[in-house]
Nanobody, 120 residues
């Protein structure tokens, strides 16, 4: 069972940077892809980025150029680095894991989320 814990959220100013961490207790199996999502109040959950064990990354166009995803397998941790934060980035950010090759709706292991707030 993969257990994920996010950290690093907080209250920041527009234009600031923030790095979120997703730590996996017990390790992340090599066959798992880890992704980052967010959900703002009253909005649907939004997929942001994902990374394989080998470090192959995908970032959605909506945040490409501002967000990057990386993975440190030795630390069993996946990071979401966010730059030039905007008020519309305010949301609860979640990391999740799925089997390689599974669909985007097949992330079955979720963290509890971490709040990011960027006041206008």
């Amino acid at each position: 069972q993969v257990q994920l814990v996010e950290s690093g959220g907080g209250l920041v100013k527009p234009g600031d940077s923030l790095r979120l961490s997703c730590a996996a207790s017990g390790g992340i199996p090599t066959i798992y892809v880890v992704g980052w999502f967010r959900q703002a109040p009253g909005k649907e959950r939004e997929f942001l980025a994902a990374v394989t064990y080998e470090g192959r990354a995908h970032v959605e166009d909506s945040v490409k150029g501002r967000f990057t995803i990386s993975r440190d397998n030795a630390k069993n941790t996946v990071y979401l680095q966010m730059y030039s934060l905007k008020p519309e980035d305010t949301a609860v950010y979640y990391c999740a894991a799925k089997l390689r090759g599974a669909g985007r709706d097949e992330y079955h292991h979720w963290g509890q989320g971490t709040q990011v707030t960027v006041p206008s």
